[in-house]
């Protein structure tokens, strides 16, 4: 557990907004308590001993049912999207972690106090022996009394395992910063509920007993000592369930998801309200609101995950509201300063960190993957000399004069890489885990040039027409296995064990992205900033300098974005029908997060177009910026002749 934090940090307030906000869901907690208490005990009759009940003991006991769940979702939410590229590797790593231990157990708890309260309702709440027709020393043990309190062992194992694997307890924000409402969104998906808890009841129905026979052994046996001493036959019984006792069951198990689902919900919303305490910024209730909210930027702890994306959500509303209020915030990081300097360049670090290591994760390939992507790179580096041969462009003056060759596309929905940039792969170096001077004098001298060797005579891409028989067989065969290998490969991926094992897009963009939220606020911000700087900058806190970092920033995540939508990693999976459905390939998180970039990009050239000619770009980004002025001329002229005509 993370350490309190320091009570004038962001953290400390988000806190205290955040446990406020969590009290109403204590207050749907009681509602859903004393409804699931009263509709338990309709079908057995004795409704005004019911009500009467439910107020003395069973309505708190579920209440204290419920609660465990709500401090399970405060204690191991999370904001990000998980790394593990497939299903399997998912359900693997949750079903083996501590996590998943820790969860269970706070779900197992809260399922047995309800199955306390119900087992009075059955006709075997104290027959834990049965009576056998057959002389025997000892009494038998009821199978069916024990299955009852195996039930609620395998709902929270199934449940929580359910809950991890599907990342349901992933707190869903969208990047920007907006007023939200949790009366609005409350009982928006209160039906999906109720068939939420259905089907999930469905299934553990028809498993529990079957999981229940497979373990029914190591029960019995685990509890040998408690049996001896409760005096009953040490036999392991035959499974002797009734059908009302499976029904009554079903019955119970259903109300104790809805209960769960509800919860869960209700956490949700109350949890992703954001940034704004009704109409003001959370860092307002600090003294000094400009340094507490980059003591939140700048918070990596992962126990403080929500607070930091609180942080960068509101960063993101200061940058673009024209809310009195948030103006007058806007204007203090302008103005804000601190023991080194100003505030904004502290602001422009932590957003940069931001994007540089989505921009990392998005341009990573693996070994197979790069290889597929040089061959791609030697294609457009082809197109790219054929095209630089037929025109000659002038770019001594470009900015704002230059419409040669403008694309008659939008920027903001079209892919850009090949209008201003080669593709540029970096090699992944890591370092050697062997440090001895004698190791490195062997890998220089034998293994090196071994492996050089070898990669040379086995390359089946290789012309050397040279090369022995036996190396040309060789290299015939690896090639012959390899494409054999991915056949099967393919053909395996396509079945339904084969689900388990696939690189989806849609896994493999979440697990390079991780967290889309914080990436998209730190765009929006810095970009905004600029931009309002200005009008609203009167210290001149914003130089040349930033403008050029923050435009040489942005250009690496549209050139990683649209280089891995132009060609997706070959490790990732697609059928043949998604393989020509355009739509799929090109709409997908990557391509959400390009488009931001692109368009916070754009906005930035047009605004500070009078004063592009001053700027220190690097290459990529002076050819991008020229591209976006080029388009945005083409554009006014285009407006222009709809008007003349």
């Given amino acids: 557990m993370a ?13 205290k907004v955040l446990a406020k906000r969590l009290r109403y869901v204590h207050n749907i907690n009681v509602l859903v308590a004393i409804s699931a208490s009263i509709t338990l005990r309709i079908p057995y009759g004795q409704f005004w001993w019911n009500l009467l009940f439910t107020f003395v003991y069973r309505a708190p006991v579920i209440f204290v049912a419920l609660l465990l769940i709500k401090q399970a979702r405060a204690k191991f939410s999370t904001v990000e999207y998980s790394s593990h590229k497939t299903l399997g590797a998912q359900i693997y790593h949750t079903l083996f972690s501590v996590q998943y231990l820790k969860n269970t157990i ?23 022996y049965s009576l056998s027709k057959e002389y025997r020393k000892n009494p038998l043990i009821n199978d069916e009394w024990v299955f009852y309190w195996f039930y609620p062992l395998f709902l929270s194992g199934f449940y929580s395992a359910h809950h991890l694997i599907f990342q349901r307890n992933r707190l869903n924000f969208q990047y920007g910063a907006s007023k939200l409402r949790p009366e609005d969104s409350l009982l928006s998906k209160v039906p999906s509920l109720f068939r939420n808890a259905l089907a999930l009841n469905i299934i553990v129905a028809i498993l529990a007993p079957i ?25 392991i019984p035959s499974f002797n369930v009734s059908w009302s006792t499976l029904f009554s069951i079903s ?3 259903y109300h104790i998801l809805l209960a769960w689902e509800f919860v869960n919900y209700a956490f949700n ?35 403080y995950q929500l607070s930091r994306l609180t942080a960068f959500q509101e960063l993101s509303y200061i940058a673009t509201t024209n809310d009195p209020e948030g103006v007058k915030l806007r204007t203090a990081i302008y103005n804000a300063r601190s023991r080194r300097g100003f505030i904004w360049p502290a602001i422009l670090d932590e957003c940069s960190l931001i994007i540089k290591e989505t921009t990392a994760r998005v341009n990573y390939r693996s070994a197979s993957d790069l290889k597929v992507l040089k061959q791609n790179q030697l294609t457009i580096k082809e197109e790219l000399r054929s095209s630089s041969s037929s025109k000659h462009v002038d770019e001594s003056d470009i900015f704002g004069n230059s419409i040669l060759g403008s694309p008659s596309k939008s920027p ?14 970096k ?48 290299r015939k065969a690896i090639e012959s296995i390899t494409k054999q290998y991915k056949v099967y490969n393919d053909r395996f991926l396509s079945t339904n064990i084969g689900i388990f094992f696939r690189t989806t897009l849609k896994r493999d963009t979440e697990s390079r992205v991780i967290n889309a939220v914080n990436f998209g606020n730190a765009t929006i911000a810095i970009s905004n900033l600029l931009m309002h700087s200005i009008e609203e900058d009167k210290n001149g806190t914003i130089t040349n300098s930033h403008i050029c970092d923050v435009l040489n920033l942005l250009e690496k995540p549209i050139r990683a974005t649209s280089n891995y939508t132009d060609y997706l990693p070959d490790s990732v999976f697609l059928s043949g029908a998604q393989k020509r459905d355009k739509r799929l390939t090109k709409n997908h998180l990557i391509a959400v997060l390009h488009d931001l970039a692109m368009s916070e990009f754009y906005q930035i050239c047009i605004k500070f177009n009078y004063k592009l000619n001053d700027l220190v770009l690097n290459a990529r980004a002076y050819k991008l910026a020229k591209w976006v002025i080029d388009v945005a001329i083409a554009d006014q002229q285009q407006q222009h002749i709809k008007v003349g005509l």
Avoid: M
């Fill in 106 to 128: 706070f779900y197992l708890l809260s399922g047995y106090f309800i199955h306390l309260i119900f087992i009075f309702q059955l006709p075997f709440a104290y027959d834990y």
């Fill in 3 to 15: 350490p309190a934090p320091n009570p004038s940090t962001y953290q400390s307030y988000f806190g």
């Fill in 412 to 425: 903001l929905t079209q892919n850009t890489l090949r209008n201003y940039s080669e593709i540029d792969t």
């Fill in 251 to 253: 019955f119970l198990t």
């Fill in 269 to 303: 919303v109350y949890a992703t309200i954001g940034c704004l305490d009704g109409k003001k910024p959370i860092s307002t209730y600090s003294a000094d609101p400009i340094n507490t909210l980059l003591s939140g930027l700048r918070n990596v702890d992962p126990e």
């Fill in 427 to 474: 090699k992944n170096t890591s370092p050697s885990i062997f440090n001895n001077k004698w190791y490195k004098f062997a890998d220089t001298q034998f293994f090196i040039p071994l492996k050089a060797a070898l990669s040379s005579a086995l390359d089946v891409n290789s012309s050397n027409n040279k090369a022995h028989p036996i190396i040309i067989k060789l």
């Fill in 211 to 235: 999981a229940y026979l497979a373990v029914k052994p190591v029960i019995y046996k685990s509890n040998i000592v408690l049996i001896l001493i409760l005096g009953l036959d040490t036999s």
